[in-house]
């Protein structure tokens, strides 16, 4: 009788291990294999859109598809680097509400919805510039006045632009755009290049300098996580 006791108590004490084994095991399994969350969270707005297209290039490329185009390069590149991306769009349509009025400013609206509800480390804003004399080139960042933060991101990208691309500005910029202001978050509107230089455009055209312009962006990404 005192050996069935014994024996049984033993039992109780190699089932209690069993079990103790068997969750300690689920939990390394179930924390191994769950990927780990994002750290850094980053929206990139594709500039333009629907009815705006944004600037007209030299030999007529449209500014908002090229924005897309830069835009989806960015956001492959970022999520490699473990970012999680929140894109304002992901085709050609504008963001504003058919029945919108104003749908310039509806969309800009929608822009920083999206801006909001993300919370994001950083906003990245792509677009292309243009001005009335052709000769004028270069790719250049923009920055919020008193945005900090901001000037250092700008700063960094701008930094690999110029050692990367072909004759871009040479420092960056403030500019009083309503994506840079509309949140506190560092923001920066990337102006990856003139589009009303013939010789610019062709260039950003090319999907090889596509991928370098994207790439001189991640690269500035992250030397200003590195800082900062
Ligand atoms: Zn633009």
Redesign the pocket.
């Known amino acids: 009788m005192k050996f069935f006791v014994v024996k049984k108590n033993t039992l109780a004490v190699i089932l209690a291990i069993i079990v103790f084994l068997i969750s300690l095991i689920s939990f390394v399994v179930i924390s191994t294999s769950s990927s780990p969350q994002p750290y850094y969270s980053i929206v990139i707005d594709a ?2 859109g629907g009815i705006d297209n ?2 007209i290039g030299y030999s007529g490329t449209l ?2 598809e090229i ?1 897309l185009w830069y835009a989806k390069t960015l956001q492959q590149y970022c999520t490699e680097f473990g970012f999680f991306v929140t894109m304002t769009r992901t085709n050609d349509n504008g963001l504003y509400s058919p029945f919108a009025k104003n749908k310039k400013k509806d969309d800009m609206k929608a822009r920083q919805k999206i801006i909001e509800s993300a919370s994001p480390d950083m906003v990245i804003s792509i ?4 001005f009335p004399e052709s000769s004028s080139r270069g790719a250049q960042v923009f920055y919020a006045k008193d945005n900090n933060k901001g000037k250092l991101l700008a700063d960094s990208i701008q930094e690999q632009f110029v050692q990367n691309l072909v004759k871009p500005r040479q420092s960056s910029e403030v500019g009083d755009y309503y994506i840079v202001n509309c949140t506190t978050a560092p923001s920066v ?1 990337v ?1 990856c290049g003139f589009v009303s230089n013939p010789e610019e455009e062709q260039l950003l055209l090319k999907e090889d300098y596509k991928d370098k312009v994207c790439y001189s962006v991640v690269c500035g990404i992250l030397k200003y996580l590195m800082i900062n």
Do not use: L, R, Y
Request: hydrophobic share 15%.
């Open positions: 500039g333009h944004g600037s500014e908002s924005n677009h292309m510039n243009s509107i102006e």
